[in-house]
């Protein structure tokens, strides 16, 4: 940038200054006792500015072209004016423009970034979702096979025990004597030792009388119990059907004492089998079997999932 003729400082858009016409020098506006919106003025095509000592060396003509164009213009016109003021007023509004515009750009911005930060957010929630799920897939696996492994437990609890259902119930019974009395029928008889305890079990279905439990001392003499009692039903004139014992019961069975889960199953299971004509259905140390027909092979029935493979 050129330096002012008087005061050697640079001429710049802060400190605008004019060149003289006559002897090509620059000046700062200021120093020549003009303001900064003077300068425009002398800038525009046509007029020309003389500093003073070109004016104080020139005629009355070359002084008078101080404010007027070398073309006789004396002075800029109004139109000019007015150009330059849209111009000017075409800046503000593009500046206004131009702050409106960078506002935006910094929302959309910050907004993109907010929604960075959730997005984020939200895959840390995935992979959290992801380990919770997997680690509930295993704890059902877990509690699924601690579930079994209890009901083994408890059906093999009941390994000496057996179920004689269909007696009635009377005042002031004497279950011993019942036991007593279904053993001699039978055929096996049983002596106290024979027996650690019995008593009768409520069931849902306050219809039927309550079952009673025998709890025999050792597994041999449970089976063999078991086994007379078969035997017992084979030869009567209806095996299909339950004993008959005076005084005790018309129709009386002896079953395994099975779990409650166990129970369910079995049920289901004589359900399915005789809407498949399948010809016996039965359990055997507390589990399920099934066989079509004397030629089949028997299968064990373990879960309910298992009843959808019987055809």
Not at 177 to 192: Q, R, W
Not at 211 to 220: G, H, L, Y
Request: charged share 30%; proline share 4%; aromatic share 6%.
């Amino acid at each position: 940038m050129p330096d002012c003729d008087t005061c050697t400082g640079s001429i710049s858009s802060r400190s605008p200054g004019l060149k003289c016409s006559g002897c090509g020098k620059f000046f700062h506006a200021k120093c020549v006792n003009l303001s900064k919106g003077d300068v425009p003025r002398f800038q525009m095509p046509g007029v020309s500015w003389n500093c003073g000592g070109c004016r104080s060396g020139g005629d009355v003509h070359k002084r008078r072209s101080l404010a007027f164009p070398v073309h006789n213009v004396v002075e800029a016109s109004p139109d000019s004016l007015s150009v330059l003021q849209n111009i000017q007023s075409e800046m503000k509004s593009l500046v206004a423009k131009y702050e409106t515009l960078l506002e935006s750009v910094n929302f959309c911005s910050d907004s993109v970034s907010s929604f960075e930060r959730s997005m984020s957010a939200i895959d840390r929630m995935m992979v959290d979702m992801e380990r919770i799920t997997r680690e509930n897939m295993q704890l059902k696996s877990t509690v699924k096979d601690l579930q079994e492994r209890m009901e083994v437990l408890e059906q093999q609890s009941r390994v000496n025990n057996l179920e004689i259902c269909g007696v009635p119930e009377k005042a002031n019974e004497n279950v011993s004597h019942i036991i007593s009395k279904v053993a001699e029928v039978i055929g096996c008889p049983i002596n106290s030792s024979d027996v650690d305890r019995f008593y009768r079990v409520p069931i849902f279905d306050i219809s039927r009388p309550k079952p009673i439990v025998v709890k025999f001392t050792s597994k041999q003499k449970r089976d063999d119990f078991l086994g007379a009692s078969k035997t017992k039903r084979r030869q009567s004139l209806q095996p299909n059907k339950g004993l008959k014992i005076e005084n005790i019961s018309d129709n009386l069975y002896i079953n395994e004492h099975l779990t409650p889960k166990n129970k369910k199953l079995l049920k289901k299971t004589k359900e399915v089998t005789r809407n498949k004509n399948y010809k016996v259905a039965w359990t055997r140390n507390g589990f399920i079997f099934v066989r079509k027909d004397d030629r089949s092979r028997v299968v064990r029935v373990s879960s309910e999932e298992d009843l959808s493979k019987i055809v």
